[in-house]
């Protein structure tokens, strides 16, 4: 293995850890990464069975897909994308919060996460996993629901949230 592609992992996990997670509580994608197996527009299956099999293991809710969430997360990764940046805050100044919303989606709770450079759904889950605070945002017994994308440069962007009831 070149020098390179063994520091290739950390370059990922670094800028994970660099910016942390965000959350806030109040009270598709249209292709797969290189090498990965076509999906149904943004539901990633694989990603899914991930989270859910890490949250039983403390007794947590699974998760389900929820299309809002993930049409503000895919907006968020095609502006990084785009834009060649990587911030939870978009380029038109908007917060992740104000993306979900923007989707229709009303929130009691919700958190991002983000991520550049992973080129599966596994090697994302496990970064994410591998950072406190994003950890603690999958790990989080406040949401219900979530949505996840992916944009080319291997940007990624995980919505987790709770409706208002």
Same mark, same amino acid.
């Given at each position: !293995?070149?020098?390179? &592609? +063994?520091?290739?992992? @950390?370059?990922? $996990?670094?800028?994970?850890?660099? *910016?942390? /997670?965000?959350?806030?509580?109040?009270?598709?994608?249209?292709?797969?990464?290189?090498?990965?197996?076509?999906?149904?527009?943004?539901?990633?299956?694989?990603?899914?069975?991930? !989270?859910?099999?890490? &949250? +039983?293991?403390?007794? @947590?809710?699974? $998760?389900?897909?929820?299309?809002? *969430?993930? /049409?503000?997360?895919?907006?968020?990764?095609?502006?990084?994308?785009?834009?060649?940046?990587?911030?939870?805050?978009?380029?038109?100044?908007?917060?992740?919060?104000?993306?979900?919303?923007?989707?229709?989606?009303?929130?009691?709770?919700?958190?991002?996460?983000?991520?550049?450079?992973?080129?599966?759904?596994?090697?994302?889950?496990?970064?994410?996993?591998?950072?406190?605070?994003?950890?603690?945002?999958?790990?989080?017994?406040?949401?219900?629901?979530?949505?996840?994308?992916?944009?080319?440069?291997?940007?990624?962007?995980?919505?987790?949230?709770?409706?208002?009831?």
């Amino acid at each position: !293995m070149s020098p390179g &592609r +063994a520091l290739a992992p @950390l370059k990922g $996990l670094l800028a994970v850890m660099a *910016l942390g /997670a965000c959350q806030i509580g109040v009270e598709g994608i249209d292709r797969p990464p290189a090498g990965s197996a076509p999906v149904m527009i943004g539901t990633f299956p694989g990603f899914q069975g991930l !989270m859910n099999t890490a &949250r +039983a293991g403390p007794g @947590l809710n699974p $998760l389900s897909y929820n299309a809002k *969430l993930a /049409a503000a997360a895919q907006v968020h990764a095609d502006d990084m994308s785009a834009n060649n940046f990587f911030s939870h805050v978009g380029s038109d100044g908007s917060s992740f919060a104000q993306r979900i919303v923007a989707q229709g989606y009303n929130y009691a709770w919700a958190a991002e996460n983000i991520a550049q450079g992973q080129v599966s759904e596994a090697e994302v889950f496990a970064d994410w996993m591998n950072s406190a605070s994003h950890r603690a945002n999958i790990l989080s017994a406040e949401p219900t629901e979530f949505g996840l994308a992916w944009a080319p440069g291997n940007y990624w962007v995980l919505e987790l949230a709770r409706p208002l009831p």
